[in-house]
């Protein structure tokens, strides 16, 4: 396959601290870790998964030093892989693949226990005061050893709320000093808590609840200063259907034509909700949100509906015709007066995996915003980064290579400075490999980039670190 697919190709090799040969000049100032993790086994004993979303994860670190970069790669060793090599099958529900429970003893034992939550830490890293994490969406952080990348196991804690869903993508509040993320317990009258966790708490404390009769799919969710903005498209499930129908989680959702994407407000302060409507759409990823005098805004890297999810099914990307979902930039304003939701396109083209400076800009009105987007449609995958003015609505600066298909761009901003620069994780079909790019976050120029030994599958997020030695 000397296309994209080479992307969705299952990768066991593992490498341990190896300096990239790299080509052109990474900044002197670049000093860190770039940790992802994404999906790397697509099969078990032969047999493909479901869904994209579904492969076994691979965490990755990219250590920048002195103009270098070393590298290194090793499986999570979650209790899904363990089951998969001890017993050759899908020991837990995962997001479009159901768990076979094998022997019928087991497959009973299956069905009186519901659903068993997937530790495939394939989504996310995030880092606090307790050490290094990767996340999928169930709660439960995995905790990692942020410079050898070994799996330490899960971390759990009995006096955290109760839920069954989160998002792999906590946001820090600046203000108050503490991370926040929505936590979804799926019941007869479902309920969404926010929830908020300070350096040095045991566990969250509850923020809010927002009652679900028929919760959505959330994958993440906008913060300002004094708002959690939860969005919810009108891609729902009834909870019921979720324990009984035994069909894979995310196909027991529906597309509620005629409804439109509800979002909740979720005042921090008070702990009072107020829920907007506004035209529909499917989006997984929130850009950024903020405050403006009488309106809450959030910008959404949106899609028609929830068509996109079956276009990422493992089957069909690998097969002889996917199609990337059209999508476009939303901006959604949410008046503080009570009425609907405003929207409007902010940019006609598809963007993923945005990224901001975060730590300049979240909660706060963002005049850039950085993400994947499709320069030739015949490249059938997200084949370029962008830069995205978000004042004007434009796309100011491209990169593009034909062949290549780059992943998350990670801004990192200069100390001191006002620049910075993108790092992201590109496969070079043509090649078979995958090789770190660096760009000029304002020109995306190319300043340097570092061919890995291997092709690296397609990965979904990361984190950089400033510190090479965190906490673990
Ligand atoms: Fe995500």
Not at 51 to 73: C, I
Not at 445 to 467: C, K, S, T, V
């Amino acid at each position: 396959m000397a296309d994209f697919r080479i992307g969705f190709r299952s990768l066991s090799e593992e490498v341990g601290g190896i300096d990239l040969p790299v080509q052109g000049r990474v900044p002197d100032w670049l000093e860190g870790v770039l940790l992802r993790t994404g999906p790397a086994l697509f099969e078990v004993r032969g047999k493909p998964l479901g869904h994209w979303f579904d492969g076994l994860g691979m965490l990755y670190r990219f250590a920048f030093r002195g103009g270098r970069v070393e590298y290194r790669n090793r499986l999570l060793q979650s209790q899904g892989l363990k089951d998969a090599r001890r017993f050759g099958r899908v020991t837990q529900d995962g997001f479009g693949t159901k768990a076979d429970h094998g022997p019928l003893f087991n497959r009973l034992l299956g069905l009186f226990r519901g659903a068993v939550p997937s530790d495939n830490a394939n989504v996310n890293i995030h880092r606090t005061d307790r050490g290094t994490f990767a996340l999928t969406e169930v709660p439960g952080p995995i905790r990692i050893d942020p410079d050898t990348l070994e799996t330490l196991g899960p971390e759990t804690c009995r006096r955290a709320p109760p839920g069954h869903l989160t998002t792999a993508h906590p946001q820090w509040d600046g203000t108050r000093k503490e991370w926040v993320n929505t936590l979804l317990e799926f019941g007869r009258r479902s309920t969404c808590r926010v929830v908020a966790q300070a350096p040095g708490k045991p566990y969250p404390r509850t923020v809010a609840f927002v009652e679900m009769r028929a919760p959505a799919y959330m994958h993440s969710f906008g913060l300002t200063e004094n708002f959690a903005v939860l969005f919810e498209p009108p891609f729902r499930v009834n909870p019921l259907e979720l324990r009984l129908s035994g069909k894979p989680f995310i196909a027991n959702y529906r597309w509620c034509q005629g409804e439109g994407t509800r979002f909740h407000m979720v005042d921090r302060r008070s702990g009072s909700v107020r829920t907007l409507e506004g035209p529909a759409c499917f989006a997984f990823h929130q850009v950024n949100a903020f405050e403006r005098p009488g309106e809450v805004v959030i910008d959404l890297c949106a899609y028609q509906d929830s068509g996109v999810l079956d276009g990422l099914r493992l089957d069909t990307l690998r097969g002889a015709s996917p199609s990337l979902a059209t999508g476009r930039v939303l901006r959604y304003r949410l008046p503080l007066d009570g009425h609907d939701a405003i929207q409007e396109v902010l940019w006609d083209g598809l963007m993923e995996m945005p990224r901001i400076h975060e730590a300049r800009d979240n909660g706060r009105e963002h005049a850039v915003a950085w993400g994947t987007g499709l320069s030739d449609p015949a490249s059938g995958f997200l084949d370029c980064l962008l830069r995205l003015d978000a004042a004007k609505g434009q796309r100011t600066a491209l990169w593009h290579q034909p062949g290549a298909y780059p992943g998350e761009p990670v801004m990192v901003p200069q100390p001191g400075g006002s620049g910075g620069v993108l790092l992201s994780l590109v496969l070079d079909a043509a090649a078979a490999r995958s090789f770190l790019l660096v760009l000029d976050a304002d020109t995306l120029d190319e300043l340097a980039r570092a061919p890995l030994p291997h092709a690296a599958p397609f990965n979904f997020h990361g984190q950089f670190y400033a510190e090479e030695k965190a906490v673990a």
